[in-house]
């Protein structure tokens, strides 16, 4: 791009980044079923609102509408690191990835007003391009949960919980804290599960079967907007933990995660959640990177454990409910490397 003339628009009729995202916060859940919004698409746009809009603010240009040479020189900013995000832990500018999901709810939000979307513009595509050229499109992967680390977790809980004094309020908490958080992280790694999809899940959702598994019944996905729905493996490990928390926690029916603190409103559980509890665990049993753990990192981690274990990528695809194997086999390029023909070279002539 070489006009970094902002384009404004003379249009006031349109909510300011703040006020558009009070606005969507007061949509109830059963609202945004009604109007077929999807959660991520929510999302995407809320995030879109307050970062692109906060550029604009700084800079004196209009968010709603959007010019397209607004959108491509916010794209410039925030990538070169030029312009920071408030909040932002990185100073290097913006990923590719970031740039596109970005731009996904700039016209998300556009849509919502019945504007054209900016960021379909070609000068928006060609500013993508350029990006991508010069900066790369690999995206970072979530720090895997592997088995190791899962044991190390689950173990500690175990003896956390039994360690705990239940006769005080605190110990009793400790306790059922324990029980539910190794219950909900043992759940994620079996389902290869999304934050949202863990989170999601009632106790009707559980259909036991004779040998001590069962199938959880996840009813919406990321990539199961219409809600489907799909059936996962519960491990009977898993499955005892699960009973063992909704006993303690006297659960028989509803949400099977929620809040227990002394100020929770007994809410069922969000993704932030699960980023919050799997980060706190993996930090208390002393994981390597466990300040890079995400919400995502057990189904990460389960995945690269199946391709372990021979799992072809077809099957790791159907277990996580991917559309496409792309990312799956993304999870197992570092075991392919173990299994290069170099690797098998070197194991052949006892280099390896």
């Keep these: 791009m070489t006009d970094n003339t902002l384009a404004t628009s003379s249009l006031a009729a349109y909510p300011s980044p703040p006020e558009w995202i009070a606005e969507r916060a007061a949509d109830d859940r059963r609202r945004r079923r009604r109007d077929g919004t999807a959660e991520n698409t929510r999302r995407a746009m809320e995030s879109a609102a307050r970062i692109f809009g906060t550029w604009c603010q700084d800079n004196g240009a209009e968010w709603l509408p959007a010019a397209p040479e607004t959108v491509a020189l916010f794209i410039e900013e925030y990538a070169s690191g030029i312009w ?21 709810g700039i016209n998300a939000v556009h849509r919502t007003y019945a504007l054209s979307a900016p960021g379909s513009s070609e000068i928006v595509r060609e500013a993508v391009k350029a990006l991508a050229r010069t900066k790369g499109t690999a995206q970072g992967q979530a720090a895997p949960l592997n088995d190791v680390h899962m044991a190390c977790i689950l173990d500690m809980l175990d003896s956390g919980a039994r360690a705990a004094d239940t006769s005080t309020r605190s110990g009793d908490r400790a306790q059922l804290a324990a029980y539910r958080d190794a219950a909900m992280i043992a759940l994620a790694y079996d389902l290869f599960g999304r934050r949202s999809e863990v989170v999601a899940l009632d106790v009707e959702d559980l259909d036991r079967d004779t040998d001590g598994s069962a199938a959880a019944i ?36 509803g949400p099977l995660f929620f809040g227990i603190g002394p100020n929770a409103s007994g809410n069922r559980l969000d993704g932030a959640d699960v980023l919050r509890i799997m980060r706190r665990r993996a930090v208390q049993a002393g994981i390597p990177n466990a300040d890079q753990i995400t919400g995502h990192s057990a189904r990460v981690g389960a995945a690269q454990d199946a391709i372990a274990a021979g799992a072809d990528i077809l099957s790791v695809q159907q277990a996580g409910r991917w559309k496409g194997s792309e990312m799956p086999a993304r999870y197992g390029e570092r075991l392919a490397v173990k299994r290069s023909a170099s690797a098998q070279l070197a194991k052949a002539q006892g280099r390896a």
């Design 84 to 104: 920071i995000a408030p909040g932002s832990r990185t100073a290097t500018g913006a990923s590719v990835a970031t740039i596109r999901a970005r731009i996904a």
């Design 218 to 253: 996840i009813h919406r996905s990321k990539t199961d907007q219409e809600g489907k729905g799909a059936h996962a493996y519960v491990s009977p490990d898993t499955l005892r933990r699960l009973d063992r928390w909704m006993r303690a926690a006297s659960i028989t029916t």
